[in-house]
């Protein structure tokens, strides 16, 4: 008796991991058509922060994927929170909701993708106006091939110390069944190895970013980032991938201010090394 109510307990468990597999992908359509889609994710970063002393910035960021697709169209949002903690006297968090909005065109190897982002960065300490900030993106995509497409854009976001405006380029090229090659740059690019398809996949990854936040005394800290490494995707559990990542931090560029009448701000000692990431991510491939 007791050994079928195991059993039953058993199938029960296996029918409701089935269900919410199920439930995922119908609520979490993927957005734009892209090989893979993660649609929860937890990352845990360590990089470097001062050269003068031996302190290193952890850095933890959770989002998700929510989209619901119509025909030729496409809805999501994509809230994100992330939380930085520095050789600064207290952390900074960053919350983001995206607004997401994508179509396929008649000629349906072009595709657009509009983002609106409003986006809270600070110490949380004392929250007003000032700490809000607001972004666009737009990606449009052709579909030359089967195994090539190509990217264009542009990004732009109000950070605290200059309207930030970057233009983006790339392309998501197929080399085989499995090498994959998928760039917007200067944001990311990522080359991606099936060492075994199912389970173990590995490559190389160039990431760029810039942020602000800002501090309840008014002062604001900005960074500039970039990095490049090696990375394996371990996947079990389905749709389960844990990432790891190495690399290296390199052109960093850091800067603390205070925006009164005028603007006044100097360079931070940014430090230049190792960069660890480890990330339990809910990924959903098309490929």
Request: glycine share 4%.
């Amino acid at each position: 008796m007791q050994c079928y109510l195991k059993t039953d307990k058993q199938r029960q468990s296996a029918l409701r991991l089935c269900l919410i597999s199920i439930l995922i992908h119908l609520l979490c359509v993927p957005v734009v058509a892209q090989p893979r889609t993660d649609v929860f994710s937890i990352r845990y970063i360590s990089l470097p922060f001062s050269e003068l002393a031996e302190q290193r910035m952890v850095w933890f960021h959770t989002d998700l994927a929510y989209g619901v697709k119509r025909t030729s169209s496409a809805y999501a949002i994509n809230p994100a929170f992330e939380k930085l903690d520095g050789s600064w006297e207290n952390a900074v968090y960053g919350i983001s909701l995206p607004f997401v909005y994508s179509h396929t065109w008649k000629d349906t190897s072009w595709q657009s993708t509009f983002m609106v982002i409003g986006r809270l960065n600070s110490d949380l300490k004392s929250i007003s106006g000032d700490d809000y900030q607001a972004g666009f993106v737009n990606i449009n995509s052709r579909q030359r091939s089967v195994y090539l497409k190509y990217k264009f854009g542009i990004y732009c976001n109000t950070e605290y110390d200059k309207l930030f405006i970057i233009p983006l380029a790339g392309i998501e090229w197929r080399v085989s069944n499995r090498f994959l090659i998928n760039a917007l740059l200067p944001s990311y690019l990522i080359s991606e190895y099936k060492l075994f398809p199912l389970k173990i996949h590995t490559g190389m990854v160039f990431r760029s970013y810039t942020k602000s936040f800002r501090f309840a005394d008014r002062s604001y800290l900005s960074m500039h980032d970039n990095y490049a490494g090696l990375f394996t995707d371990f996947y079990f559990a389905h749709f389960m991938v844990l990432n790891a990542e190495c690399g290296y931090s390199f052109l960093r560029k850091y800067k603390s201010g205070v925006k009164l009448k005028e603007r006044i701000e100097y360079e931070l000692d940014a430090k230049e090394g190792l960069m660890f990431r480890l990330a339990l991510i809910y990924r959903i491939r098309k490929d």
